[in-house]
């Protein structure tokens, strides 16, 4: 037999039984949203400094993002790419992993990375170039398992950084972070901002899961040695 809540409900009309259907289910997705950017952000806290600010770590992790034309970094890249470029000059890391998307030949975010900064003034045997950073928990997992990298300062721009450093953290990366705020002043940053508390959500899901990054494969030794070379 019904309960007599589940007889009233039954009884109202089918909008108003709609409605109530689709306020329960906004107010959960609220709930999930707010819990999981509550997760980032209790991870992140006191790990996010300014360029001169940062404590000192081996490697920077530069995540990756559009390259506009398969060989030049969009602003926001860019953006992230002066950062890493700031914390090398100031001996703030001895390396650069750049880390981004290249699973088509024509398109490839870490070869326009690695372009950049040599063009402004990083050694080229200072930089390593990790292809299949996908995402952001991705870049964080092959960067320990493929990479062997311990403690790091990851750049990416400040709408991601919490995230960005809580994934790294969870994964076994001791992580402070580093955000870009120039970009804000493309609508972009603020379209992306929006996105971020879906990611948020896709994180938490991810660390749940605790999946393996869509490529893993061997140890490379590439951070190891220009850590060592400088």
């Given at each position: 037999m019904l309960r007599t809540w589940e007889?009233?409900?039954?009884?109202?009309?089918?909008w108003r039984r709609t409605v109530l259907a689709g306020s329960l289910a906004a107010a959960a997705s609220v709930?999930?949203?707010?819990g999981c950017d509550?997760?980032?952000?209790?991870?992140?806290?006191?790990?996010?400094?300014?360029?001169?600010?940062?404590?000192?770590a081996p490697v920077a992790i530069v995540l990756g993002a559009k390259a506009d034309d398969e060989v030049t970094p969009s602003p926001f890249l860019a953006a992230r790419l002066e950062i890493a470029?700031?914390?090398?000059?100031?001996?703030?890391v001895k390396a650069i992993?750049?880390?981004?998307?290249?699973?088509?030949?024509?398109?490839?975010e870490p070869g326009a990375m690695h372009r950049w900064l040599v063009e402004h003034g990083v050694p080229s045997g200072q930089i390593v170039l990790?292809?299949?950073?996908?995402?952001?928990?991705d870049t964080c997992a092959r960067a320990k398992r493929v990479f062997g990298v311990t403690r790091a300062i990851i750049v990416t721009q400040s709408y991601h950084i919490n995230r960005a450093v809580a994934l790294c953290r969870h994964?076994?990366?001791?992580?402070?972070?580093?955000?870009d705020d120039t970009a804000k002043?493309?609508?972009?940053?603020?379209?992306?901002?929006?996105?971020?508390?879906?990611?948020?959500?896709?994180?938490?899901?991810?660390?749940?899961?605790g999946r393996d990054p869509v490529f893993l494969g061997p140890h490379e030794t590439g951070v190891e040695t220009a850590v060592a070379a400088r």
């Open positions: 007889r009233a409900v039954l009884r109202r009309p089918l709930l999930v949203m707010a509550l997760w980032v952000r209790t991870v992140a806290h006191d790990h996010v400094y300014a360029v001169t600010d940062v404590p000192a470029r700031q914390l090398y000059a100031a001996g703030k992993l750049v880390s981004g998307d290249h699973a088509e030949w024509t398109y490839n990790d292809h299949a950073g996908f995402d952001t928990y994964l076994g990366v001791t992580t402070d972070g580093v955000g002043q493309y609508f972009d940053y603020y379209q992306s901002a929006g996105r971020e508390r879906g990611a948020v959500v896709k994180a938490v899901l991810d660390v749940a899961s």
